[in-house]
Structure formats: C-alpha cells, structure tokens
C-alpha cells in the first residue's frame, strides 16, 4: 500500500504570530494521480506547499514521501527527497538560457565538484554531456526545445512556465508540486498546459496541483482539496467536491 | 572608579555623535531600503567646512565666543552638506531605486570615494588642525573631566534629536515620511510625493550628519578627508544594532555603540591579560555589528529584517 | 566582443587571436624595456590585482555575494609569506621568548635551531600552495557568518572583517610580535625557480641570469606571474562551465529557487568564499615575495574597493572582460602619472592632481559612472541568443482549436 502512497501528509498546523495559517492539515496522494489543492486566496494553498517543501517550518506534522518519512527542514534536502516544485511568481534564473536552467535541475542528481570542474577528467566530461542531454530531452519533452539557448527571462510568459516545470522535472522527483502554473494565461494557453500535465501524468508522474481555474481543475484532477482559511473542508474526487455546499459557500457566497 | 566615569562620559560623547549619523543611515534606508554608503563623508564635508569657517573666523573675528563661533561654522557647515546630499541621491541615487540590490551599493561606495577625492584635491592630504576656540577649562564630575566643547555637543545633539522626534511625530512632513518609510506605494496613493520626502529624508540626515562633523573635529581637534569612514561604519553599525528603520532605535543604538567602544576600549587590557590594548578600540564597532546581525538581526528595536519566502 | 576568442563557434579565429595575444604578451617585457623598468614592474602590479580581480570575480560576479573584504586574503597570503620566507620568525620567537616561554620553547623545538635564528624561509613550491589553502580557510571562515544576510548587510559585515585582520596586522607587535605591526615585515625572500632567485643575485643590479641569457628582475617576474595568471584564468573559465559554476549562479539569480532545485546554498557560499579567497592568497604571497616587504598600509579598505571597481568597470562576471577591468584600473594610473605628473608641470608649472588623486578619482567615477550607465560593464559577456527570430514565431500553442473559438 505504502508504495501506492506517494505523499502522506498529516496533521500540518502552521501559525504566523496571530494568524493560523494552516489547521490540521492532511494530504495523501496516490502514484499516478494528479491531486488538486483549491480553495479562495488567501486560504493557505501555497503557504501548505512552503511547508511541504521546507521553506517554513511546521508547528506540527508528519511527512512520508513515498512511504519514507521526510523531515521539511530544508529545500535543498526536500528537493533531494523528491519532491520538486514551481512557483506562483515564476522564479527562473533569468540571465541563464533555458537549457542552463534545466541544468541547473539536474544538480541534485550529479555530484561532480571543484576538481570535477578544473580538472575536467573524463567522468567529469561525461556527467555535463549527459546533463546536457537530458536538459535539451525534457526542453524538448515541454515543447521549448528550440529556445534552448536563449535568455531565460526573455521568454514568453507561458514558456517560462514551461521552462519552470522542465526544470523541476529534472531533478527526477517523486512528486511534481506546481503552484498555479496557469496563473496569467489564456485559455488557449491553459489548454496546452493542461496537455502537458495530462502528458507527464502518463509518464508516470505525480502531480500536485494547486490551482484557481475551477474548470481547469475539474477537468484534470483526480482528487481534490479544499482549503478555507487554512482548514480543510472538503476532500474527493471533482464530482464530489463539486456539489459540497460548504465549497460551494466558500467560493460563493456567504461572508466573504 | 573615576576611570569608569571617565569611560561613561566618553562614552555619551562619542555615542551622541553616532547617534547623529546613525539617523541619517536608518531614515535612508527606511525610505529607500538602501545603505548610503557615503553618508559618513557627508559627516567629513560638515567638519571639512566647519574647519574652514572656523578659520576664517578665527582670523577675522577672534573676539567672539567659542561658542558663537562653532554654532556659525555649523550653521555654515549644514547647507554644504544638505546639497551635497541631495544632488548624491537626485544623481547617483534616484535612476538606481529599482535596480537590483548590489548597484545602488555600489553606487554609494563609488560616490564615498568620490566624496573623498573631492575633499582630497580641495582640503589637501594632511589633517588640518580644528582652532581651539571653546575654552579650555573643563568641568568635573565625580572625578572625571568633561570638556566644555564635549558639553556643547552634548546639548546640541540632545536638541537635534528631540528637534528631529517632534519633526517626526508632529509634522505633516514627517507623517509623510513615515508612510513612505512603511509603504511608499500606498503612501503615493494617499497624495504623498515620494520624491520630496526622499529628499526632505536626505537633507534632515544631511543636517544631523553635519553637526556631528563639527562637532567631531572640535572634540578631536583635527579633521581630514578621510575621517568620515570609520564614524561612518561604525554609525552605521549602531543604526543596525538599534534597529535599522526605526529612529528610536538609532538614537539608542548610537548611545550605546559609544559605551561598548568606550567601556571595551577601557578595559579590554583587563580583559584579554594585556594581550589586547586600547588600539584594537574600532573592532568592538565591527564585532557588535557582526554579532547582532548573526543573532538578532532586527535589532534591538526594529522590525524583521530577514527575507521572507 | 568575446567572439574573438570563442572556441567552440569559431574555432580558427579563436586560436588566432589567441596566438597574436600570445605573442603581444610574450614580447611586451622585451620591448619594453628599452624604456625602462618601469613599464614592466607596472605590468608585474597589474598582473597581481588582475589575479585578485579574478578571485573576486568567482565571489562577486559569479555567486553574487558582495564581499567588500577581499584584501584581507590578499593580506593573509603576503604575511604568511613574510612570516614563512624571512628573518621575522625569528623575531616573532624571541617576542615569544619574552612573554610567553613555554610556547617559545616549543616552537623552536619545532622549526629547529637555524630558523630560531634566521627565520623561516620556505621555497615557492610551498609558499604557493600554502597561501591558497590558508586564504581558502579564512574565505570558509569569514563567510560563514555572512550566509543569511541579504546583500548590503554582507557587503558591509565583510567589510568589517576586512578592516578587523587589518587592525590585527598593524597591532600584532604587542605584546609578542608576529606582524611587526606598522612597519611591517621585510627582507622577504625573492622568488627562487630551482636554484635562481627572480631578483637576481646581489650585486648584478636586478638581473637574473640564465645560462648565456640575462634578463631584468622585473621581466622575470613578469612571466611568472603571467603563467599564475593564465592558470587562474583556466581554472575559472572551468568553473565557470561547470555543475559548480552553475550553481554560483543559480544562488546569484535567485536563492530560494536554487534551494529549491537541490542546491545547499550554504555550502556553495562557502566554496564560492574559499575558492576566491585561494586566489588573493596566492596573489598576496607573490606580492610579499615580489615587493620584499608588506605593511599594513597595502591592504586598506581602499584596495578593497580598488578591485571591486576592477571586476565592476571589466563586466561583472565575464572573465575578459574583468581582466580588462583589472589591468586598466591598475595599469592606467601609473601609466597616467608618468604622463599627466609632467604634463601639468609643463601646464600649470606645478601638479595639481597627482596620481594617487587620480587614481582614487577613476576608482569612484568607475564605479558611479559604470553602474548608472553600463552596469554590465565596458566588456559584458555576449547575450545568449536572443535575436527575435521570424523562425522561432511557430509555437506549439499556435494550433488554435477550433472547439475553443466558439
């Protein structure tokens, strides 16, 4: 079963001085799914995903990557884990080309170092082509290949995206984490996204998802979570999730 | 014990001055969120002119009291300094409030030694000496001697700092300033022109800076081109202690900053088994800074400095 | 302008300019010395902050950490050179056998009677190496604490370190001597090349000889330095394209993106500080060997920010283009005190600005004048490829669907 289970979170509370950010939250997503987490602004979706990758630390909970239990102290150690993310606010290494920012993800698999470097011996040699391989393979597999060697921060709004996911991809996670990867795009940019979520959900990848797009969402998830002021409201497949009333409330009406 | 009263009062002087100059760091970069590096040579202009008006009054008017002297070579020394500052910020300053973090820095350091190279060419190499014009009774108290010229700083820092709070808290400049400081978008929205305050911002710590630099070279009789960058540093360091953004915090930071030099200097003999002297006196500025950044970067009375996600 | 030497894309026009470079390089000394030594000698300075621009290049440029130190390296590399290749150890031991006799006993029990009383005096195969690592230690060390700070903080929390070891210099002459304090150190050892000293020996007027050839001191120097610098050019131009390289770079761009992708900034940081630190190191040590002699006064704030404006006016980042920054910010001044000095006496009759003034003048208006104008520098790195190609307008998310149109 525990194979089955890629993420298992629970019990995630966080608190910012007054405010609790986040109540008793629980996540598990299977192998395979492609696992959203919605809910209004402000709800906690991506303050949930800095936890999980260790850029906040938790007041409490546990966190089992594929059946290991994970600490979230660090990024880099999450990242090694396999757990690789995007950000809401693109986040590129914008004087890199595309293809060194791929690169760059592949950092996290590779070891070569300072003598790897000066000395360039043959192992050395071979790790960076193969970096590099593998870089123009995922450009390619996102559909930006031929921008390989231009400016990062000189790419269209939704290649950027694209070159973000390309480059979470490389560091080989267990779970790909995207925080509103369509945010600013048009619906026919949003369709090929969603053409690229469906595309690495049948390489075999996990995904979770956080997403405003409602349609978007429904169409493409498996499972869901709602979030309201940091505590989760309902949980289930998008049918499901759809007709809860408190959802519905929440993104609706009431108090708002 | 009349050397540790000795200390204490070196300490208030000498903290006084940092105080002054520490505002002048920490309103900057309340507004503007960056280090003005060459605020230290503004410090440096301020005693530079300072010296120069002394001597001229010195050979035209002997008669006058010290007193009425440094307050007119003060009172000289402060529009140099006001315009100095200003046209840094309108120059190297204003074009940079957007660029990413090392080029206004860099900037500033670039206009520091500019600043020094200025004040090379025109006042020469050499220290020149400050014209002892206060006279040279001193007054005691409980064993320690505190010279009249130290009194006179005292005061006149006193009053800047209280002019400086009222301006603050009671003005609607100073209303301005703060929003700025806290949020200059919104400040923009509510009618508040970003730019003036910025400037207002440059020259109240333009006037501060030029009183603690004559007051600077009268209490250590000299004055030099390169006289501003330590005080500077370690003024800067006090405004990092207090809290950086917060004005209280500079005051506190700088009083404080001259009791650790002054104390440490007195007794680090003592404390390190000779190993150590008293010349070893410009580190504890360093090493205050170095700690607190490590440990409590905002300060004793700041705000959050670190970055957030 | 870096396509003259770009290997990969233009291989033959390449090693051309590599070959005339080469050539210009090897043949300057010759010439110039029909001039003087003094051309020469500028050229040996310039080639040792060209080295100390590259090291900050690694700290600055490539990782984006503003150390505003970096002399202090530079100071720890020529002090270990004074303390390991003159008389002063012995010095140093006898303040010790003063103060603290326990300790002297035991150092002299170390080093051995002759260099109790001559001092030690290691060769430059050791030297070398030596002050790269003991630089490299401090880099680590004086890193360390700056790793959380944001940008300003660390530039100036690095500037304090730098002005703390120089007050140690200056003051380590009490109560035991190690730095011999203001006066520094002297009669340092010259540089020895299996058996020839680089100064020449006593009495043949700063030449050195080798076989039937005898060239000046400085010219000796010169190639010496030379090759230290083309191998700290190679090993930066590796690193520069390497896993190491790019994750100096990813913490520049953005640090909690490349903590995120794996990287452990910490440790990077303190590679990036280490491996800089090396270069001033093996640069300070030549420099004491070089000069003879190093006091507290070579290693002020002022060199600090002197190769700051290097790397900045050179194109930070871009190795050519802060070999360029290094050799006109170091070159120019000399030369242009050999020229405006009695320019402005031939003018005005007497120097208005002499040439520590001008020096200091082209360091600030390099560093205001560049960053508010070009703050790439005079010889950036070219741009990746970036040409808005007719080509490149077909998208994969051009297909428009007609589902959506409706």
């Known amino acids: 079963m525990s194979e089955q289970t890629i993420l298992n979170i629970a019990g995630v509370n966080k608190r910012f001085g007054g405010l609790q950010a986040l109540s008793d939250v629980n996540i598990k997503i299977s192998r395979g799914q492609i696992y959203g987490l919605i809910g209004p602004n402000g709800a906690g979706k991506t303050t949930f995903f800095n936890v999980i990758t260790g850029l906040y630390q938790p007041d409490t909970g546990t966190f089992e990557l594929a059946g290991k239990p994970y600490s979230p102290s660090a990024p880099h150690e999450v990242a090694k884990a396999g757990i690789a993310r995007t950000f809401q606010n693109i986040r590129l290494f914008g004087e890199m080309s595309a293809v060194e920012n791929v690169m760059v993800g592949r950092h996290v698999r590779t070891h070569q170092g300072v003598l790897g470097a000066v000395l360039h011996h043959k192992a050395a040699r071979e790790e960076e082509a193969a970096i590099r391989r593998r870089a123009m393979e995922l450009l390619d597999f996102v559909g930006i290949a031929q921008f390989a060697n231009r400016t990062s921060r000189h790419l269209s709004y939704g290649d950027q995206r694209r070159l973000e996911i390309a480059r979470a991809l490389a560091t080989e996670p267990k779970l790909l984490a995207l925080d509103e990867p369509a945010a600013g795009m048009n619906a026919t940019e949003k369709l090929a996204l969603r053409e690229l979520l469906v595309k690495i959900k049948a390489e075999g990848k996990t995904i979770l998802l956080i997403e405003h797009d409602v349609k978007l969402v429904m169409g493409l998830c498996d499972r869901l979570t709602v979030l309201e002021y940091g505590k989760p409201i309902a949980e289930g497949v998008p049918a499901e999730v759809q007709k809860n009333p408190a959802v519905i409330e929440a993104y609706l009406g009431g108090a708002h | 014990m009349d050397t540790f009263i000795q200390q204490i009062i070196n300490g208030l002087v000498l903290g006084s001055m940092y105080a002054l100059v520490a505002l002048g760091y920490t309103m900057v970069y309340g507004v503007l969120n960056l280090i003005n590096f060459a605020h230290g040579d503004v410090l440096m202009v301020g005693?530079?002119?300072?010296?120069?008006?002394?001597?001229?009054?010195?050979?035209i008017a002997p008669e006058l009291p010290g007193i009425v002297k440094l307050g007119i070579a003060i009172l000289g020394a402060i529009p140099v300094c006001v315009i100095v500052n200003v046209i840094i910020e309108r120059v190297a300053y204003r074009r940079l409030r957007n660029a990413p973090r090392l080029a206004p820095l860099i900037t500033a350091i670039g206009v520091s030694i500019l600043l020094q190279t200025f004040a090379m060419m025109i006042w020469g190499r050499s220290p020149i000496p400050f014209p002892q014009v206060m006279p040279t009774e001193s007054f005691n108290i409980m064993g320690a001697l505190i010279s009249q010229t130290q009194v006179m700083l005292l005061i006149l820092a006193t009053i800047a700092m209280v002019g400086l709070v009222l301006l603050v808290e009671k003005t609607r400049m100073g209303r301005a300033m703060r929003a700025t400081a806290e949020n200059p978008r919104v400040a923009g929205l509510m009618g508040v022109d970003s730019n003036r305050v910025i400037v207002m911002t440059f020259a109240i710590g333009a006037t501060l800076a030029a009183v603690a630099g004559v007051m600077w070279g009268a209490n250590y009789s000299s004055a030099q081109f390169a006289m501003g960058f330590v005080p500077g540093l370690k003024a800067f360091s006090a405004a990092v202690l207090g809290g950086i953004g917060n004005i209280y915090g500079a005051m506190v930071g700088g009083v404080l900053l001259g009791l650790i030099e002054s104390l440490g200097a007195g007794y680090i003999g003592d404390l390190t088994g000779g190993f150590l002297g008293s010349h070893y006196q410009d580190i504890f500025a360093f090493v205050v800074l170095i700690i607190v950044l490590t440990l409590r970067p905002s300060g004793i009375m700041g705000e959050r400095v670190a970055d957030r996600a | 302008m870096s396509t003259l030497f770009d290997v990969k894309n233009n291989p033959r026009k390449a090693y051309i300019s590599f070959a005339i470079l080469g050539i210009a390089l090897f043949a300057f000394p010759f010439i110039a010395s029909n001039f003087g030594n003094s051309w020469v000698r500028i050229m040996d300075l310039a080639l040792l902050y060209i080295m100390l621009a590259l090291g900050l290049n690694i700290v600055v440029g490539m990782a984006g950490l503003l150390d505003l130190g970096y002399i202090a390296f530079y100071a720890l590399g020529a002090y270990m050179t004074g303390l390991l290749a003159?008389?002063?150890?012995?010095?140093?031991?006898?303040?010790?056998?003063?103060?603290?006799?326990?300790?002297?006993?035991?150092?002299?029990?170390?080093?051995?009677?002759?260099?109790?009383?001559?001092?030690?005096?290691?060769?430059?195969?050791?030297?070398?190496?030596?002050?790269?690592?003991?630089?490299?230690?401090?880099?680590?060390?004086?890193?360390?604490?700056?790793?959380?700070?944001?940008?300003?903080?660390?530039?100036?929390?690095?500037?304090?370190?730098?002005?703390?070891?120089?007050?140690?210099?200056?003051?380590?002459?009490?109560?035991?001597?190690?730095?011999?304090?203001?006066?520094?150190?002297?009669?340092?050892?010259?540089?020895?090349?299996?058996?020839?000293?680089?100064?020449?020996?006593?009495?043949?007027?700063?030449?050195?000889?080798?076989?039937?050839?005898?060239?000046?001191?400085?010219?000796?120097?010169?190639?010496?330095?030379?090759?230290?610098?083309?191998?700290?050019?190679?090993?930066?131009?590796?690193?520069?394209?390497?896993?190491?390289?790019?994750?100096?770079?990813?913490?520049?761009?953005?640090?909690?993106?490349?903590?995120?992708?794996?990287?452990?900034?910490?440790?990077?940081?303190?590679?990036?500080?280490?491996?800089?630190?090396?270069?001033?190191?093996?640069?300070?040590?030549?420099?004491?060997?070089?000069?003879?002699?190093?006091?507290?006064?070579?290693?002020?704030?002022?060199?600090?920010?002197?190769?700051?404006?290097?790397?900045?006016?050179?194109?930070?980042?871009?190795?050519?283009?802060?070999?360029?920054?290094?050799?006109?910010?170091?070159?120019?001044?000399?030369?242009?005190?050999?020229?405006?000095?009695?320019?402005?006496?031939?003018?005005?009759?007497?120097?208005?600005?002499?040439?520590?003034?001008?020096?200091?003048?082209?360091?600030?208006?390099?560093?205001?004048?560049?960053?508010?104008?070009?703050?790439?520098?005079?010889?950036?790195?070219?741009?990746?490829?970036?040409?808005?190609?007719?080509?490149?307008?077909?998208?994969?998310?051009?297909?428009?669907?007609?589902?959506?149109?409706?």
């Open chain 2, 47 to 59: 005693a530079m002119v300072g010296v120069t008006i002394l001597q001229i009054l010195q050979s």
């Open chain 3, 86 to 406: 003159s008389p002063q150890f012995a010095a140093v031991l006898e303040s010790f056998v003063n103060q603290y006799p326990m300790i002297a006993d035991g150092l002299r029990a170390i080093v051995g009677e002759d260099a109790a009383r001559d001092g030690i005096h290691l060769s430059v195969w050791l030297i070398v190496p030596l002050g790269a690592l003991l630089a490299a230690f401090f880099g680590a060390l004086l890193g360390a604490p700056t790793l959380k700070l944001r940008g300003d903080y660390l530039a100036i929390v690095t500037l304090g370190f730098g002005e703390i070891i120089r007050i140690f210099m200056n003051n380590l002459n009490a109560p035991v001597n190690i730095t011999n304090g203001p006066q520094g150190i002297n009669l340092i050892d010259p540089v020895r090349i299996f058996g020839v000293s680089l100064a020449g020996e006593p009495g043949s007027n700063a030449t050195v000889q080798l076989g039937s050839f005898s060239i000046p001191s400085v010219n000796a120097y010169y190639f010496l330095f030379l090759f230290l610098c083309a191998v700290i050019i190679f090993v930066s131009v590796r690193l520069q394209h390497s896993r190491l390289g790019r994750a100096f770079v990813a913490i520049r761009e953005d640090e909690i993106a490349a903590k995120a992708m794996g990287i452990n900034t910490r440790n990077v940081k303190l590679l990036a500080f280490g491996l800089g630190a090396s270069f001033g190191g093996v640069s300070g040590a030549m420099f004491a060997s070089f000069q003879g002699f190093v006091s507290p006064e070579s290693f002020s704030l002022m060199e600090s920010i002197a190769v700051l404006a290097m790397v900045v006016l050179g194109g930070i980042g871009h190795i050519p283009g802060v070999v360029l920054g290094g050799l006109i910010l170091a070159a120019l001044p000399e030369v242009l005190r050999h020229v405006v000095e009695p320019l402005q006496r031939n003018l005005f009759g007497t120097v208005l600005i002499d040439a520590e003034v001008l020096r200091q003048l082209l360091y600030g208006l390099a560093m205001v004048v560049i960053m508010l104008y070009r703050p790439e520098g005079l010889w950036p790195s070219p741009k990746h490829e970036d040409r808005v190609d007719a080509n490149a307008k077909k998208r994969h998310d051009e297909k428009e669907p007609a589902a959506l149109a409706a």
